[in-house]
């Protein structure tokens, strides 16, 4: 293994580079920018393999993508927050036009006001474009996650967004394994999917359809979506004979007989694995795989652990309703029998995720009764 | 060119599409399958001729078209292009299609950003003056006095059309050209021209829209002409954004713009005093574009 002391934003672009794209074309913003410039740094030195395109826009990043991956190459892209928001007709249509494109989110505040601190709420507003979201909580899940991201939507056809936290993995230097080009490109292969615009071959892409048209579309475009599990668990066991690492789509750290679980994903789920020996009685879910939303696995580890309570650390906020992810975990528990008590912590913004502050938070309960929705600010 | 020797085989566009009779966008993919084809690869932006090219999987152009959404074709245009050429189709020319939305105002950024790239396809903008596929809505290519329908009547387009051929020489790109329908040998020429250069490459197409400009569909030609004759829509070209040189001169005198007005219901609201101040706009932009035409002339 070759250790490198790196960021998660030098470990995402690492991976591109060891992947082996066609091209990049990208946009900087605070804090994705490392990503970008390492890439940038890769072609200046001969080593990216693809183009490296400076475009405009985060709108234009994306469209450009898009109209390369119609060729059939395989390209990549970066963004965070307002970048990300920018990009959002042109997520619906990578994803509609089933191009396998993949892009990292780096998580940060939407203003105003402006903000750096890592809210979720970017990539979460992306939610029902039709791409798949993974969430990583180190620098080293970053590294692997965008290599199976490759495959992944090459695999299914579906666009892929690897999140991670600004600065809290972004910025953070940590040792990763980096594997040699040579074996990660072996490991991945060539891209396998299909040109859809090929030199003289006539066909009229993404016009005018029916709402009829339109619907068996995105059936089979939900149907694909859902067999991304099980592609993610057959690529990770082979990432594990060849690597010797691989990941869950939602992981469970549960002592025996603790009834009670915080789940989170990102950086703060390492946190809370962190501090879980100090926690009593008391339980960590990471959830990685966002969309599609691993709800059976979910009810199975309620089930299993037979879980009175999860405590969910959202760093985002739908006004109006809530922490997303707490949302997501009631729906999907919804109608099992005796289901737990889903509390939301809401920390938008983006806040620090402290060990006080998880204490708090699992003596919180029983005694103050059962509040559904607590605010960082208040604890 | 004769009429007879006119070889409709050339063409990828078929009958069967979607446009209206009178139809200026559609004859100009016509003329530019005849000038860029076969193998050419086209990316249509929302437009009309989202429309026109029809449902899939039935198609009116015999290539392969990639629909795109409307600020992003310039950006698309360049992701195609280098895809194509990474995966070595080398000798596929891609062409953009857009309005004059497309191009003129939502498009404006990507197409900037591509110009200044110098981006190695060929831009089309398809001019009908108006958002003509939403139902006539004003855009910054919508002539000063025309009507449209957020500009209604007794209200009209108030503001200059937006130059977007002096933008495009800004860019100092390898090409610009004006063309319209009525002058097809011209654009032809134009665009065997732009095949041969490499890097980004601009057409400006007045395409007159019968349903639009309120005009007879067997006006189209004869309007397009009196576009050109009255000096409203002067065909050109622009090498490297310096060298500016006519293709075409206005025979004897030039037509009064009121000729060319006066056959659009779109103008009707308009007085002869309005028009007047038109015509004077008309000559004064006639006179900057000979003074440029006569600097280039004297660099060379």
Same mark, same amino acid.
Not at chain 1, 275 to 293: A, H, S, V, W, Y
Not at chain 2, 104 to 133: H, K, P, T, V, W
């Given at each position: ?21 066609d091209?990049?074309?990208a ?32 709108y234009a990043?994306?469209s450009?993508?898009?109209?390369a ?6 390209v ?16 619906h249509w ?10 990292v989110?780096v998580?940060? +505040? ?10 979720q709420g ?15 909580s ?13 495959m992944?939507s ?13 600065f ?16 990660v490109q ?5 891209p396998?999917f299909?040109?859809q615009?090929?030199?003289n ?6 016009g ?16 694909d979506?859902?067999?991304?599990p ?8 082979r ?5 010797g ?6 992981k469970?750290s ?14 703060t ?11 009593k009685d ?15 696995l979910l009810?199975?580890?309620?089930r299993e ?13 739908s006004p ?10 009631k729906?999907?528990?919804y109608?099992?029998s005796r289901?737990p008590?889903?509390?939301d912590?809401?920390?938008a913004?983006?806040?620090?995720v402290?060990?006080e %502050? ?12 059962l509040?559904?929705q607590?605010?960082g600010?208040?604890? | 060119?004769k ?6 085989e ?19 993919v016509r003329?530019?399958?005849r000038?860029l ?15 026109i090219?029809?449902?899939?999987p ?7 078209v ?10 698309v245009?360049g992701?195609l292009?280098r ?8 000798d ?15 498009g404006l ?28 809505? +004003? ?11 957020t ?14 051929m ?6 100092s790109?390898p ?13 032809e ?12 490459r601009f057409?400006h197409?007045l395409?007159?829209c019968?349903?639009g400009?309120?005009?007879?569909s067997?006006?189209t030609?004869?309007?397009?002409? %009196? ?16 060298n ?21 219901r ?14 004077e ?11 440029r ?8």
């Amino acid at each position: 293994m070759t250790f490198e002391l790196i960021s998660g934003s030098q470990a995402a672009a690492m991976a591109v580079q060891r992947v082996g794209v066609d091209m990049v074309a990208a946009y900087p913003i605070t804090p994705q920018t490392a990503i970008v410039e390492t890439l940038a740094n890769f072609e200046a030195r001969g080593m990216l393999g693809g183009e490296f395109v400076s475009v405009e826009s985060e709108y234009a990043a994306l469209s450009y993508c898009n109209g390369a991956a119609a060729a059939g190459a395989r390209v990549f892209t970066a963004t965070s927050s307002h970048g990300l928001a920018y990009m959002h007709e042109m997520t619906h249509w990578c994803s509609g036009a089933r191009f396998p494109i993949v892009m990292v989110n780096v998580n940060r +505040t939407l203003g105003p006001p402006w903000c750096l601190d890592p809210d979720q709420g970017d990539s979460l507003s992306q939610r029902d474009t039709g791409w798949m979201q993974i969430y990583c909580s180190n620098a080293q899940e970053a590294f692997d996650t965008v290599v199976q991201a490759f495959m992944l939507s090459e695999e299914l056809l579906l666009p892929s967004l690897i999140v991670f936290d600004g600065f809290y993995i972004s910025h953070t230097y940590e040792p990763v394994d980096v594997p040699e080009k040579e074996l990660v490109q072996q490991f991945v292969g060539s891209p396998g999917f299909q040109a859809q615009v090929k030199p003289n071959f006539t066909a009229n892409l993404h016009g005018l359809s029916t709402g009829e048209t339109q619907m068996g579309l995105v059936k089979s475009r939900q149907e694909d979506m859902l067999r991304a599990p099980a592609v993610f668990e057959k690529i990770n066991e082979r990432y594990f004979e060849t690597f010797g690492r691989s990941y869950e789509t939602i992981k469970a750290s549960i002592p025996s007989g603790a009834k009670t679980a915080i789940l989170a994903a990102g950086s703060t789920a390492e946190t809370v694995e962190w501090f879980l020996p100090e926690l009593k009685d008391t339980g960590l879910i990471q959830l990685r795989m966002f969309r599609p939303f691993p709800a059976g696995l979910l009810a199975g580890i309620v089930r299993e652990h037979e879980l009175e309570r999860i405590v969910v650390i959202d760093r985002n906020c739908s006004p109006g309703i809530g922490g997303i992810f707490a949302q997501e975990v009631k729906a999907a528990l919804y109608g099992i029998s005796r289901p737990p008590v889903v509390q939301d912590l809401i920390m938008a913004g983006g806040v620090d995720v402290t060990r006080e %502050l998880l204490e708090k938070i699992v003596q919180a309960y029983p005694e103050e009764g059962l509040v559904d929705q607590k605010w960082g600010v208040e604890l | 060119m004769k009429i007879e020797e006119y070889n409709r085989e050339s063409e990828i566009l078929n009958s069967g599409h979607n446009a209206c009779p009178g139809c200026g966008a559609a004859l100009t993919v016509r003329y530019l399958s005849r000038a860029l084809g076969p193998n050419l690869a086209m990316v249509i932006t929302a437009s009309c001729w989202s429309i026109i090219v029809g449902v899939p999987p039935l198609t009116a152009l015999k290539c392969p078209v990639l629909h795109c959404p409307f600020p992003s074709a310039g950006s698309v245009g360049g992701g195609l292009r280098r895809g194509l050429t990474a995966k070595g189709h080398h000798d596929t020319t891609v062409v953009v299609l857009a309005g004059d939305g497309g191009t003129f105002d939502i498009g404006l950024q990507a197409l900037s950003g591509a110009a200044q790239r110098n981006e190695d396809y060929i831009f089309i903008c398809y001019d009908n003056e108006a958002y003509m596929n939403t139902g006539m809505q +004003t855009s910054s290519a919508t002539p000063f006095g025309a009507r449209t329908n957020t500009a209604p009547y007794p209200l009209f387009k108030q503001g200059q059309k937006k130059d977007i051929m002096q933008i495009m020489a800004a860019h100092s790109i390898p090409y610009a050209a004006t063309a319209t329908v009525a002058f097809p040998e011209d654009m032809e020429h134009k665009l065997r021209k732009a095949k041969e250069i490499s890097g980004f490459r601009f057409m400006h197409v007045l395409s007159p829209c019968p349903p639009g400009w309120g005009t007879e569909s067997a006006d189209t030609i004869n309007l397009s002409r %009196l576009a050109v004759n009255s000096n409203s829509f002067p065909l050109y070209e622009i090498i490297d954004g310096v060298n500016w040189r006519m293709t075409y001169f206005p025979e004897k005198k030039r037509t009064p713009l009121k000729e060319y007005l006066d056959r659009q219901r779109r103008f009707r609201q308009v007085d002869d005093s309005i028009i007047d101040s038109l015509q004077e706009e008309v000559d004064h932009d006639w006179q900057k574009l000979m003074e440029r035409v006569k600097h280039s002339l004297e660099e060379k």
